[in-house]
């Protein structure tokens, strides 16, 4: 994984690239029947097998178990959307996990490109040669005024969305992060919890994405978020450098606490785990703690707390154990140096 | 001091043999002038140096600080009155700690021997023995039918107080204990805090004692707040050991946590910080912790934690440190094995 054994224990935590593309001789998966998706998936296999440059693994999500989906939610592999889908769907994933295409989500084909931290650069010109390659063995639909055609009209045009996951806890403690969001979203720039679209803010962490895909260049678009995303670094930054001394003071005393808890709970539900992994974080950015950073960085751990992850070791649903006492397990062991 | 070192992790943390005496040739306290009252302290001093077999300190109240008074207060040599009186009072103590005289409370003298654990009869002796002794070189205020004469009257007969500290989590976290007190103090067993009369509840602590001492012999009142005491142990351990498998996984967790935050919390009130070695005691004792006790004990932490004891550091008061954030460092200290 991506994530894995790296440090990332900055504000900007990862970024993203989608590109939503659909194939011009089938239907919009809204539209398609059992046979239709079927029949795009085997096209895709076949197609995205050939091509050079790359090693993939075709994941169809038919053959794998809940909880395995779960997982691939989760590790930001999949959508949750596709892991509801009921026609047969299709992720197509690199070794390294750091490109992810969905078959049959709302559109033929998500291409997604991720990275940890901020340099979202390079990922575009992946993203970008990785959409050529595939425009290359397949016809896209595309319109010659309004460019890429997709199912919801929000990604009509470049069909781009850009989008960074930023650890905001000083923002968020404050209260001020609802005001600052409430003005980016009349700009176009739209806030999401962890999981994109509909999903719940865990830990602190939100999605920054561009709303529209429509009317600007893919530059413009990565351009925007990223200076968005830029802002709101500072503005944590900001908090994090110029609290009273009665703050820092009471900061200090709840960013340990929350440490020791972490290190002893024997049962954790992921809103707390999450809430209090943030704090570690924190407290690890800020230097407030007297002792060494954990060997896994603090976002591998928040995907650890999630349930599939949690699950899908083995032993765990043999043996009936309660998930929040296996949480704390799994935290307790990987925060150990 | 009697409690350090010691193992003293059980219920029964401690018990006390309390004896009050007046003098025939003076004034009760209460209706003393400050003259009155140095002549009482002169004259004990001179007599009871001379008692063959001891060895006092003699501590004046006037001459020591308003911390160190606390101090005394906190590791039970002196009563919360005996610290704000306005006339001059005395305390004698042994080297050991485990005798306590105290002078011009409200009465002249207040024998009081303590000691860990539940063997309450060797103690006793210790009180009686020392009573006979003071009592060969003094007249006490003694009245052939009611027998010894005390400022109040719940005092007069024996004088004589018998206590138990007791460590009841479980009655207390339950919420069994409010009704079994009731009974009890219809029975004339009184209930009280860690530090008697008035004093909240610390920790789950509580001191279990007799109202009242006329009319019944010294080996009677022993028995009768022994054998409470003892049925209270037996109620304690058996909720102890008929736990639920549910309450007991959410007991484990909670005490795990409960350490967790000691260990690592920045700053403690004194009730939170009762609160929690209380939890940590509990913790031991069921032998839920998968690491080993600290070198000290449990009771001598929580006495660790008082406010006196905690600011009669040398530093504290000097580099105005918070209480809160003194007495969490002095906790962690403590807590290393």
Redesign the interface.
């Known amino acids: 994984m991506w994530y894995e054994g790296r440090t990332l224990d900055h504000i900007v935590i990862s970024h993203r690239i989608r590109l939503a593309r659909n194939l011009v001789d089938y239907k919009f998966p809204v539209k398609m029947n059992q046979q239709e998706a079927y029949e795009v998936i085997r096209h895709l296999k076949v197609e995205l097998a050939q091509l050079i440059g790359y090693d993939f693994d075709f994941i169809e999500l038919e053959a794998i178990s809940d909880i395995e989906k779960q997982k691939l939610v989760e590790t930001h592999l999949i959508s949750p959307l596709l892991s509801q889908i009921h026609l047969p769907t299709m992720v197509i994933c690199n070794k390294e996990r750091d490109i992810s295409i969905m078959i049959n989500e709302e559109d033929h084909i998500r291409v997604q490109c991720m990275q940890g931290g901020q340099s979202i650069q390079k990922t575009w010109e992946t993203a970008s040669k990785l959409d050529d390659d595939i425009g290359k063995v397949l016809e896209y639909a595309f319109h010659k005024e309004y460019g890429h055609m997709t199912s919801c009209i929000t990604n009509v045009g470049t069909g781009l969305r850009a989008s960074f996951m930023v650890h905001l806890p000083m923002l968020s403690k404050t209260g001020h992060i609802s005001k600052i969001f409430e003005s980016l979203q009349k700009l176009g720039i739209q806030i999401r919890g962890m999981y994109g679209e509909g999903t719940k803010v865990l830990g602190n962490i939100y999605q920054i994405s561009n709303q529209l895909t429509l009317g600007r260049s893919e530059t413009d678009l990565i351009a925007i978020v990223k200076n968005v995303t830029q802002n709101l670094v500072e503005k944590e930054e900001y908090i994090r450098t110029h609290l009273s001394e009665t703050t820092k003071?009471?900061l200090?005393?709840k960013l340990?606490?929350s440490?020791?808890?972490?290190?002893?709970?024997?049962?954790l539900s992921v809103e707390e785990a999450m809430e209090l992994l943030s704090d570690v974080k924190l407290g690890f950015e800020m230097g407030i703690y007297d002792f060494k950073k954990p060997s896994h960085n603090l976002y591998e751990m928040m995907l650890m707390c999630q349930e599939g992850v949690v699950l899908s070791g083995s032993q765990s649903i043999k043996e009936n154990i309660?998930l929040n006492?296996l949480r704390?397990e799994h935290i307790r062991k990987h925060l150990e140096i």
């Open positions: 003071r009471g200090i005393n340990y606490r440490y020791g808890i972490l290190r002893y709970a024997r049962e309660p006492i704390a």
